[in-house]
């Protein structure tokens, strides 16, 4: 028997994941504009609120009070115009109900952030500045674990997954350390998690 024989009933089947792998790059979003963005906002933006307002109020930088929350809020903007842009890319090459579940999976971003903002809005003037600090910051981090690891079940994406389950345990580890300390884990771990996992995803797309 000619050995190609038994290789040739195989071949279909490589074409097909061959052609698979070819649709997912090109409908997929970089995964670094996925994640870089957010990485480098939370890395840049968290170690200047924990340069300004250090564990047990200390101050290693004395920078203006307003500076390291504008400049947070300003990376966030940025980040989100970014992957906004890069996802609705994505959505456009699709249709039906892949495209259905990407509007409905960013909607639910926005409606979420949106609620905790009014709600630490209700909060914050009850509460010492540093405890609101966390408040606004562990809040938006745990939301933030909780929408990816449920963008895993919609996306079956293990990656993405593993990835709310780290910063959703940093987020905890973070929130336990106090204040101050929060911002610099989630800075460190968090913002590196972030762009660990777009240089990943990114190679798995090749």
């Known amino acids: 028997m000619d050995p190609e024989d038994d290789q040739a009933p195989a071949d279909p089947l490589a074409l ?12 997929a979003p970089d ?14 933006g968290f170690t200047l609120l924990f340069l300004r307002y250090g564990p047990d109020g200390k101050v290693y930088v004395n920078l203006p009070d307003w500076l390291p929350l504008t400049v947070l809020m300003l990376l ?6 970014v992957t906004g842009f890069a996802g609705s890319r994505s959505v456009r090459r699709t ?5 259905q579940a990407g509007l409905a999976y960013g909607l639910t971003w926005s409606i979420a952030f949106f609620g905790f903002s009014v709600l630490y809005a209700r909060l914050a003037n009850d509460l010492p500045d540093q405890q609101a600090g966390l408040l606004w910051a562990g ?7 909780a929408l990816h690891m449920a963008g895993s079940a919609i996306w079956q994406d293990r990656q993405l997954f ?9 987020n905890i580890v973070g929130i336990v350390a106090g204040p ?3 911002s610099l884990i989630v800075a460190i ?3 590196a998690g972030m762009i660990v996992a777009g240089f990943l995803g990114w190679r798995r797309l090749r």
């Open 16 to 27: 097909i994941e061959r052609e698979r792998a070819n649709l997912v790059r090109h409908i």
């Open 31 to 44: 995964p670094r504009l996925m994640y870089w963005p957010w990485g480098f906002a939370w890395l840049i």
């Open 76 to 81: 966030f903007i940025a980040a989100g115009l």
């Open 95 to 99: 249709s039906g109900p892949t495209s």
């Open 139 to 145: 809040g938006m981090v745990a939301l933030t674990g």
């Open 162 to 170: 593993v990835l709310g389950a780290w910063t959703s345990v940093i």
């Open 180 to 182: 101050g300390w929060h």
């Open 189 to 191: 771990a968090g913002g």
